[in-house]
């Protein structure tokens, strides 16, 4: 996934995606439609087939292909919902990928104390009905969460680490109060 962030970038495919529509269309396209069939694949194996070798091998291999495939039909998505002027359906989420690392970092953390053994372990405990809402939930806790902090601060704390370790000195945090 660098490796195609890095190509998609050295094209400037998202710094212009009205002049890149075609291509990105396709790429949706594809990746939705190869990449939704193969999740829903998935699940049926998950929720379906007996837990044999051969269904845990047939599992992981329809999620190895299934992720990638769908995250490069959503990228391509929210570009095409950009370049078509709807940028206000997406501007909810912003203050979040202003803070990407933080918030990875945040959900990584969070749902391993609850769902990992050394938390609460409760991997297993609860179905997909259950699952998807926490998730949203989260992710609207995390959106919340940044949209207050960037009121106040210029980034994210672990994007502020690391913007200071890559500048070699303490960056300014606070913002400046106009």
Not at 51 to 75: K, R
Request: charged share 15%; aromatic share 14%; net charge positive.
């Amino acid at each position: 996934m660098f490796l195609v962030g890095l190509w998609v970038g050295r094209r400037a495919i998202y710094a212009d995606p009205a002049a890149h529509r075609a291509f990105l269309r396709r790429v949706a396209t594809i990746g939705l439609g190869a990449g939704l069939p193969l999740a829903f694949a998935r699940a049926a194996v998950d929720l379906g087939a007996p837990e044999t070798p051969a269904t845990l091998v047939l599992a992981e291999a329809l999620y190895c292909l299934s992720t990638p495939t769908l995250a490069l039909g959503y990228a391509a998505g929210a570009a095409l919902l950009w370049a078509n002027g709807r940028q206000r359906l997406l501007e909810w989420a912003a203050p979040a990928g202003r803070m990407a690392l933080t918030n990875y970092l945040m959900q990584t953390i969070l749902q391993s104390l609850i769902f990992y053994g050394w938390g609460l372990a409760l991997t297993g405990k609860f179905g997909l009905v259950f699952i998807y809402p926490f998730a949203l939930a989260l992710f609207a806790f995390q959106v919340t969460y940044s949209r207050r902090w960037l009121a106040h601060y210029r980034f994210g704390p672990v994007e502020w680490v690391w913007r200071s370790l890559t500048y070699g000195k303490r960056q300014p945090m606070i913002r400046e109060l106009v």
